[in-house]
């Protein structure tokens, strides 16, 4: 879809949601020179006016209805909970609006390919947004293996590690944040919401299916998703694994939640590494690069590149504004969403079986075995 369906050479933002996590995508459209934030909305009245007070927001809603019938708003940012992506991002998209919606994109397949559905019948744009899309050094990561710089990729590493800090962030979030995220309203609760973004990752770097998952699943306190995972690609030479673990009693370096992550991808004539993306775990450069071949082996490390974690929100809310003005390419696409919602759904289901599964035939929604029974 084109900027030519925008009104004028600027794209005037609604913001839907003033919960904890629009304070990280909202300031990159701030930041745009054509972009305007025109209004915010939520039911919560005084979360909806501090946010306008404090982005300086001309119009405040409380009913979503009375924004989507604004004609001052071309597009929106659905930073709502994720069971109520479905209906937002459809009403949003009937209403004529251009659509970003936060990751997860919704709590089943069905939702997602019905938002898709509804966006080609609007001719309107929908983008999910995946901040792991647009972190610099993820970023810099993929350009180098399309470069060859590690040769034919063989192997892919995501590790995770949720635990605990005392960055100022992570003190400010408010606990009715996490009422959805650990009951029913979830398929899989905090962790789900967070691995999503490692699924995409899998996917997003490799640029290809996965066509197999295994994995033995286990659960820790209110979480599921201390796990581990082995991917099997269409490529039969590539191979992925991830792993997740929660360790409450570990203190982790982080501006923002008490969690790192570590990417690791193997090639036949090198090694690339993301040392970081949540946390500062590591004292390293947050790319480096191993070239193997014996004649000209070298380890680079690309210490200049920007690794705060904040930075993926606002380059992924500056790329939405991009694509609207230019008809670009729109990423996270719906479709890559739904692939990445299959993912981890079909990972829930090789624990539950014990069996691979191939997440392509994955409908509906799956959830771990004993999920909310607490
Ligand atoms: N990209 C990331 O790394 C990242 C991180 C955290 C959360 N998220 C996603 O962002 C979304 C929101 O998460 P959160 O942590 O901010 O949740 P939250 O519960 O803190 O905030 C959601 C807000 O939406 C509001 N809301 C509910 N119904 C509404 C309606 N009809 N109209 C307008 N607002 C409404 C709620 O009142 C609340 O203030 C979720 O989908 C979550 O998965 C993404």
Not at 210 to 235: G, H
Not at 268 to 280: H, I, K, P, Q, S
Not at 322 to 338: C, F, I, K, V, Y
Request: net charge negative; with cysteine; hydrophobic share 40%.
């Amino acid at each position: 879809m084109s900027g030519a369906s925008l009104p004028g050479d600027r794209v005037r933002l609604g913001g839907v949601g003033c919960g904890n996590i629009a304070k990280l995508n909202v300031p990159g459209y701030l930041e745009h020179d054509r972009c305007d934030v025109v209004a915010v909305c939520d039911p919560v009245a005084e979360l909806a006016k501090a946010a306008a007070e404090e982005w300086d927001v001309p119009k405040v809603y409380t009913d979503l209805d009375a924004l989507l019938a604004d004609d001052d708003v071309d597009a929106v940012e659905v930073l709502t909970p994720t069971h109520l992506h479905h209906d937002h991002v459809v009403s949003a998209l009937q209403a004529g609006k251009h659509v970003s919606c936060q990751k997860p994109l919704g709590n089943t397949v069905e939702e997602c390919r019905a938002m898709a559905a509804a966006a080609d019948a609007a001719g309107r744009t929908l983008r999910v947004g995946e901040c792991f899309y647009h972190y610099p050094p993820l970023e810099r990561a993929k350009e180098l293996i399309a470069e060859g710089a590690i040769g034919k990729p063989t192997n892919i590493r995501i590790r995770t590690v949720v635990g605990q800090t005392d960055a100022q962030f992570q003190r400010d979030l408010r606990p009715e944040g996490y009422g959805w995220r650990l009951d029913r309203r979830s398929p899989g609760g905090h962790l789900f919401d967070d691995m999503v973004h490692k699924y995409a990752m899998a996917l997003w770097l490799a640029d290809q299916d996965i066509v197999s998952v295994q994995a033995a699943l286990r659960r820790r306190d209110l979480f599921f998703e201390p796990c581990n995972v082995i991917f099997e690609y269409e490529d039969p030479e590539l191979l992925g694994s991830m792993e997740v673990s929660y360790a409450p009693q570990m203190w982790l370096r982080s501006s923002y939640y008490g969690a790192d992550e570590f990417f690791e991808v193997q090639g036949d004539e090198g090694f690339l590494w993301v040392t970081r993306y949540t946390g500062e775990l590591l004292d390293l450069a947050p790319v480096m690069l191993y070239r193997g071949k014996v004649e000209e082996r070298s380890m680079v490390a690309f210490s200049d590149v920007d690794a705060d974690w904040g930075t993926g929100f606002r380059r992924s809310s500056a790329h939405f504004v991009d694509a609207l003005l230019t008809g670009g390419p729109a990423e996270m696409t719906a479709e890559q969403a739904t692939k990445v919602l299959q993912l981890c759904f079909a990972v829930y289901q090789a624990g539950n079986s014990r069996q691979p599964v191939d997440p392509r035939t994955i409908s509906g929604s799956v959830s771990p075995h004993g999920w909310a029974e607490w």
